[in-house]
């Protein structure tokens, strides 16, 4: 089975190993070493990157990336997906792996710092970490937990950077089950092993785990929390550590500070500027609104003295070129309150439409009609006996179905 470097030394970048297997095919050939230092995909943590090249190395000597590596499942043996001409791949190859180190450290400083946070939530409120993810932009831990408050977060959060500020040691010890539960171990891993892999941050925290660590909790950096989320095994926590928590803070920064210059503010008041607009708006929109009744009520009484008589009814038919749905059904409204009328409008303002309406309790189908209009039209709508709207594909033919409605009223 491949000889894991990175249980040792995960500061270790360059090795030199022997090819034991080549498989697959081109453009994703997985090579097996008699060992290695690339972390394969497993316990939360993401896979490393690199190269492999072909010993000795000279001048035009093949280097092959390396995109992914990952564990097969049955053997246990940590496979290398090379791409390239993989033709030079043969068992015996002597090889030279270099692995993309800052991608390394960046794992590391998440998963380091996914421990010292795990450890505080458990220290502070007994809430312990049931899984962890690790994603390209943010880490996730899942907390057997109800809720989680904001100030706990924030407790949390500083318990675990008191951590690192104080740059414990964190070792790499090995255990038989039996040991790791006499030394407090909460979580043994289920697995039949003779020997559980421990990394032991000082006085801090002491967890079975394979992944790669810093040497002390200095070289996380720090460890910022970010949202939470309700999940179905408890609560969900998202942060960042070490130079990604920089990045990502300064993303925010920049986001911030361009919403404050919208604002022409500082980034602390963005929120209450917010709020401001906001309250402008709604009471900007009310007086709209008002204005909107007052030259319906306008319109409706100037309609009224050009409505058409037909038989015991008033027939007011209008096509509105500017307005829109909202406004002819207030209009609408309005001239419906006089006795004996009905109302044919159509609007070609936001999406062209119709509003059939008649006085409460008169003798027309204004849903009836409309269901025949819209059905012409092949769009949708409907309403009761009084009152009814439908779509219209462009203002053009919405004008033509009022006028085609009006017919039908005797
Ligand atoms: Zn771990």
């Known amino acids: 089975m491949t000889e894991r470097?990175?249980?040792?030394?995960?500061?270790?970048?360059?090795?030199?190993?022997?090819?034991?297997?080549?498989?697959?095919?081109?453009?994703?050939?997985?090579?097996?070493?008699?060992?290695?230092?690339?972390?394969?995909?497993?316990?939360?943590?993401?896979?490393?990157?690199?190269w492999l090249e072909i010993m000795p190395a000279a001048s035009g000597t093949p280097h092959l990336r390396?995109?992914?590596v990952v564990e097969d499942e049955k053997t246990g043996e940590v496979l290398h997906i090379v791409d390239g001409d993989t033709a030079v791949f043969q068992t015996g190859t002597q090889v030279r792996g270099v692995i993309d180190a800052e991608r390394r450290r960046n794992h590391m400083q998440q998963h380091s710092g996914q421990h010292v946070l795990s450890a505080a939530f458990e220290k502070l409120y007994g809430f312990a970490t049931v899984s962890f993810h690790m994603g390209d932009d943010s880490c996730t831990i899942d907390l057997a937990a109800d809720s989680v408050s904001a100030s706990q977060l924030q407790v949390a959060e500083k318990l675990a950077n008191e951590a690192v500020a104080e740059d414990r040691s964190v070792e790499v010890r090995f255990a038989t089950p039996d040991e790791a539960r006499a030394m407090g171990v909460r979580k043994i891993p289920p697995a039949e092993r003779e020997k559980l892999r421990l990394i032991d941050v000082a006085d801090f925290d002491l967890n079975a785990c394979g992944g790669t660590h810093v040497r002390s909790t200095g070289q996380i950096g720090a460890i910022l929390l970010r949202k939470t989320e309700k999940v179905k095994q408890g609560v969900r926590v998202e942060f960042v550590c070490g130079l990604r928590a920089v990045s990502i803070a300064r993303r925010d920064f920049e986001t911030l500070t361009e919403a404050a210059a919208l604002f022409s503010t500082h980034i602390w008041e963005v929120p209450q500027q917010i709020r401001k607009w906001q309250n402008e708006i709604k009471a900007a929109q009310k007086a709209q609104h008002r204005l909107l009744e007052e030259v319906a009520e306008l319109q409706a009484e100037r309609m009224l003295l050009s409505a058409e008589?037909?038989?015991?009814?008033?027939?007011?038919?209008q096509y509105l070129a500017d307005r829109d749905l909202g406004f002819?059904?207030?209009?609408?409204?309005?001239?419906?309150?006089?006795?004996g009328m009905v109302a044919l409008l159509a609007c070609g303002g936001g999406q062209?439409?119709?509003?059939?309406?008649?006085?409460?309790?008169?003798?027309?189908?204004?849903?009836?009609?409309?269901?025949?209009?819209?059905?012409?039209?092949?769009?949708?709508?409907?309403g009761n006996r009084d009152m009814a709207q439908g779509g219209a594909p462009d203002g053009?033919?919405?004008?033509?179905?009022?006028?085609?409605?009006?017919?039908?009223?005797g």
């Open 66 to 68: 390396v995109n992914e």
């Open 396 to 409: 053009e033919r919405a004008e033509r179905a009022v006028r085609n409605a009006a017919s039908a009223i």
């Open 328 to 339: 002819i059904k207030m209009l609408a409204q309005k001239l419906t309150k006089n006795d």
């Open 309 to 317: 008589q037909r038989g015991p009814r008033k027939l007011v038919v």
């Open 5 to 50: 470097l990175y249980y040792a030394d995960s500061f270790l970048h360059e090795f030199e190993a022997r090819v034991l297997a080549v498989a697959g095919e081109a453009g994703r050939v997985a090579v097996t070493l008699d060992r290695s230092a690339f972390y394969p995909a497993s316990g939360g943590q993401v896979f490393d990157t690199g």
């Open 352 to 382: 062209p439409s119709l509003v059939f309406a008649q006085t409460a309790g008169s003798a027309c189908d204004m849903g009836a009609l409309m269901k025949q209009t819209v059905q012409t039209l092949g769009t949708r709508g409907g």
